[in-house]
C-alpha cells in the first residue's frame, strides 16, 4: 500500500496570501494524484486530478504539480473561504489510499 | 442537478451487519464508476471499495475485504455497501462518491460525493 505524508500538518495565513501545500508518496504514483478540499460539515470537493487537471468549476488560483514522489498544491491568493483541509490521493497504485490532511487555517 | 444521497447507517453491534445504499440522480449513472469513502470522527478520509460502470472490476480495502460487499443497479440508478461483521473500527461517515471515469484506473478522480450517512457500531 502506497503511504501519502502531507506537509505541513497545520499551515498558518493570511486572506490574500500564497499557500503551498505538499504531498510525498512512498513510491512513484506517476501522475495520478489527486487533491481534494474538505471544510467541516460538508463531503470532500475535487480541486485537482492527475496531479495537475482542474476539475470543473475550480478557481483558477488552485494548481497542482508534480509527478512521481512529490507533489504540491499551490493556491496563489487566499481566499476566506479556502481555508479549511486539503487531502491529496493516489490511484496509480490499488487500494486507493489518502494523505492524513494539512489544515489551512486563518492567520 | 447532479446528487448522491445515502441511506442505511445507523447503530449495529460488533458482529452484525448492515446495508448502505446511495441513490443518484442527475446524471448517467451507468456512465461510472462509483466508489464508498469513508471518514472515522475527526479523522481522515479512507478508500473502502470501488465498481466499474458494468460491475466487472470490483476492488476493497484490505481493512474491510472478505467482510465487506459492494454491487450496484444500474436501472436503479443505485449503489450499495453490504457490510458484515461490524467492528468498532468501521464506525464512521460513509460517503458514496462518482469517478470521472467509468473504470478503476489510476487516472482521475471522485468529483461528485454524498452528503454521507453514519454508521455507529457499540453494544
Known amino acids: 500500500e502506497i503511504v501519502l505524508t502531507q506537509s505541513p500538518a497545520t499551515l498558518s495565513l493570511s486572506p490574500g496570501e500564497r499557500a503551498t501545500l505538499s504531498c510525498r508518496a512512498s513510491?512513484?504514483?506517476?501522475?495520478?494524484l489527486a487533491w481534494y478540499q474538505q471544510k467541516p460539515g460538508q463531503a470532500p470537493r475535487l480541486l485537482i486530478y492527475?496531479?495537475?487537471n482542474r476539475a470543473t468549476g475550480i478557481p483558477a488560483r488552485f494548481s497542482g504539480s508534480g509527478s512521481g514522489t512529490d507533489f504540491t498544491l499551490t493556491i496563489s491568493s487566499l481566499e476566506p473561504e479556502d481555508f479549511a483541509v486539503y487531502y491529496c490521493?493516489?490511484?496509480?497504485?490499488?487500494?486507493?489510499?489518502f494523505g492524513q490532511g494539512t489544515r489551512l487555517e486563518i492567520k | 442537478e447532479v446528487q448522491l444521497v445515502e441511506s442505511g447507517g445507523g447503530l449495529v453491534q460488533p458482529g452484525r451487519s448492515l446495508r448502505l445504499s446511495c441513490a443518484a440522480s442527475?446524471?448517467?449513472?451507468?456512465?461510472?464508476?462509483m466508489h464508498w469513502v469513508r471518514q472515522a470522527p475527526g479523522k481522515g478520509l479512507e478508500w473502502v471499495s470501488g465498481?466499474?460502470?458494468?460491475?466487472?472490476?470490483?476492488d476493497y480495502a484490505d481493512s474491510v475485504k472478505g467482510r465487506f460487499t459492494i454491487s450496484r443497479d444500474n436501472a436503479k440508478k443505485s449503489l450499495s455497501l453490504q457490510m458484515n461483521s461490524l467492528r468498532a473500527e468501521d464506525m464512521a461517515l460513509y460517503y458514496c462518491?462518482?469517478?470521472?471515469?467509468?473504470?478503476?484506473?489510476?487516472?482521475?478522480?471522485?468529483?461528485?460525493w454524498g452528503q454521507g450517512t453514519t454508521v455507529t457500531v457499540s453494544s
Open positions: 462518491a462518482k469517478d470521472l471515469y467509468d473504470i478503476l484506473t489510476g487516472e482521475g478522480g471522485m468529483d461528485v
Open positions: 442527475g446524471f448517467t449513472f451507468d456512465d461510472y464508476a
Open positions: 465498481i466499474s460502470w458494468n460491475s466487472g472490476n470490483i
Open positions: 513510491q512513484s504514483v506517476g501522475s495520478y
Open positions: 492527475d496531479a495537475s
Open positions: 490521493q493516489q490511484r496509480y497504485n490499488w487500494p486507493i489510499t
